[in-house]
């Protein structure tokens, strides 16, 4: 089971990321790369680099044969997939057991069943964990027994692709006529996506928010949880922002120790090991739902990281040595706020248009309480290849106030030049008032925010944000979202001044 290298299946900021851990471990380390990849940072920081193949995923970081004979012929004993790529993909994790090497995530068999959204369904439904109003999931129905089956749950109800997940082959149908078209579609949809066209149903939830809970368990059957993340603020189902705690639990530590118990429960039913999330839906009375589960490293795992201090990449290498879990349950604690801004090449004046190109600057920022973690550098290039992401900005602060504000702080520091970048939609983002409230699910970006007029808010922002702070540091018990949401239909922010003032006269 021990190890001494590790071959790192991906590149970019993931890739990076898992070196870093190596190394810290004194573990020697093995990057692959394409051909555009051939100067990428996470190449300079491997001990040794083996390139793989032409730029397209399908033919450099998506091929498992040339993968598993690089592991072999530099003598990697151990494969880390990052996320995306080969990360979920079961016959990969096997194949890693079949020829001795050590797959640094879980065993091929939870990857299948949690795969499989309708099998995830029914294993969840039979352990306990809460799922959303709907059919079985495990069993193929036909269009007539499907819109039969609709009529009970209740419409809208939304059909879902068994093989689908984070969204795709999705339709929302909001009556009985519908039905029978969106069928169609949503089967043809997955066929053409994932060569199966199973679907069933569930009642469509509206309204709620996206919080997901990390789990981390070892080979022993300890299975503990590291508190959530707030994953609400999205687009088309791409993350932009992420927090933790969520500002919808925030102090309700009832509510946090509930949800990770189902977290763990659904870890527990399909014998899972290492690092992985439960995605949840929870509505505005706190019911939460089972979505899937996400068997691998996130993206988003550094805003747990900050608030937690633990280490999740250290604890997957730990896990997959056959170790112990480095902490108990009793152990883990949150302390303060973390937020996570994806920073992605790309335009978002322009419909979130990609924007690809020499990165004549990269300078990042730095400084207390802030982290970026990124796979390039100035001099390297964006290309169309692989997704647009350039790095993420993420920050600490006692308080939501506070890290709010030092991500502003984060990203005016922040000097991106040759590619356009999402920076100025983090910064509208992050002085809308309804942001600052923490009073957002998850159609807030799509269908309440506008950069012009987030924009116009932007210029009186900055003195009432540090006012506010000021006051949530004096009263040391106080969160910024508590004294925005006294007054929940007061949008000028001179009536926050005002009382600023009486206070302080
Ligand atoms: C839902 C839902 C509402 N009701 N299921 C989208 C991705 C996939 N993981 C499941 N998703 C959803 N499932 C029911 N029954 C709303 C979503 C959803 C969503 C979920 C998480 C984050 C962003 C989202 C955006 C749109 C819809």
């Known amino acids: 089971m021990t190890f001494n290298k590790v071959l ?8 990076v990321r898992v070196i870093r851990a190596c190394r810290e471990l004194g573990l020697k380390t093995v990057a692959v790369y394409s051909d555009v990849d051939r100067r990428a940072l996470h190449v300079r920081y491997a001990t040794q680099a083996y390139h793989i193949g032409p730029p397209a995923s399908a033919d450099s970081y998506l091929r498992m044969e040339k993968i598993i004979a690089v592991a072999k012929k530099s003598g990697a004993e151990a494969i880390h997939p990052g996320y995306g790529f080969l990360a979920e993909r079961a016959v990969f994790a096997q194949l890693c057991a079949d020829e001795g090497l050590t797959f640094i995530g879980p065993p091929p068999d939870a990857i299948t069943r949690m795969g499989d959204k309708g099998m995830a369904r029914k294993i969840m439904r039979d352990a306990g964990v809460p799922v959303v109003p709907g059919t079985p999931g495990e069993k193929k129905m036909s269009d007539d027994e499907l819109i039969n089956a609709a009529a009970g749950i209740g419409f809208p109800v939304l059909i879902k692709a068994t093989a689908g997940g984070g ?9 009985q006529e519908e039905m029978a078209d969106a069928l169609e579609s949503a089967r043809r949809e997955s066929l053409a996506a994932f ?3 199973n679907v069933y ?3 469509l939830v509206e309204g709620a928010r996206h919080i997901e809970v990390q789990i981390i368990a070892d080979a022993e059957g300890n299975v503990i949880h590291l508190g959530e993340r707030e994953c609400s603020i999205q687009r088309r189902h791409q993350k932009l922002l992420e927090e933790s705690p969520s500002p919808f639990i925030d102090e309700d530590e009832e509510f946090r120790q509930k949800m990770g118990a189902i977290g763990i429960l659904a870890a527990k039913a399909v014998d899972y090991v ?5 995605e949840c839906l929870v509505d505005k009375d706190k019911n939460f739902y089972f979505l899937e589960m996400n068997t691998r490293l996130q993206v988003e795992h550094p805003v747990t990281e900050m608030v937690t201090g633990i280490d999740i990449v250290k604890e997957q290498i730990r896990i997959a040595r056959g170790r112990a879990l480095g902490y ?11 937020i996570e801004c994806r920073v992605n090449a790309e335009d978002p004046y322009n419909n979130f248009m990609p924007s690809t190109g020499y990165l004549n600057k990269h300078a990042v920022p730095t400084g207390p309480g802030v982290r970026v973690d990124t796979g390039v550098d100035t001099g390297a290039t964006i290309t169309p290849y692989y997704d647009p992401m350039i790095s993420k900005v993420i920050v600490w602060g006692e308080t939501r106030a506070q890290a709010i504000l030092r991500m502003r702080r984060a990203l005016d520091e922040y000097k991106i030049l040759g590619v356009l970048t999402n920076i100025p939609f983090h910064q509208a983002l992050l002085s809308q008032h309804r942001f600052m409230a923490g009073t957002f699910d998850t159609k807030f970006v799509e269908e309440r925010f506008s950069m012009e007029e987030a924009e116009e808010s932007r210029d009186t922002f900055p003195e009432i944000a540090a006012i506010l702070a000021t006051l949530a540091a004096h009263r040391q018990t106080e969160r910024a979202a508590h004294i925005i949401q006294r007054n929940k239909r007061d949008t000028s922010n001179w009536k926050w001044v005002g009382r600023y003032e009486r206070i302080h006269r």
């Open 201 to 203: 149903l569930e009642k």
């Open 8 to 15: 790192i299946a991906n590149r970019g900021e993931i890739a």
């Open 328 to 338: 108990t349950q009793a152990n883990v604690k949150m302390n303060g706020w973390a």
């Open 274 to 278: 290492n690092a992985g999330t439960i």
């Open 167 to 175: 969204g795709k082959g999705m339709r929302t149908v909001r009556s």
């Open 195 to 197: 060569g199966d066209d």
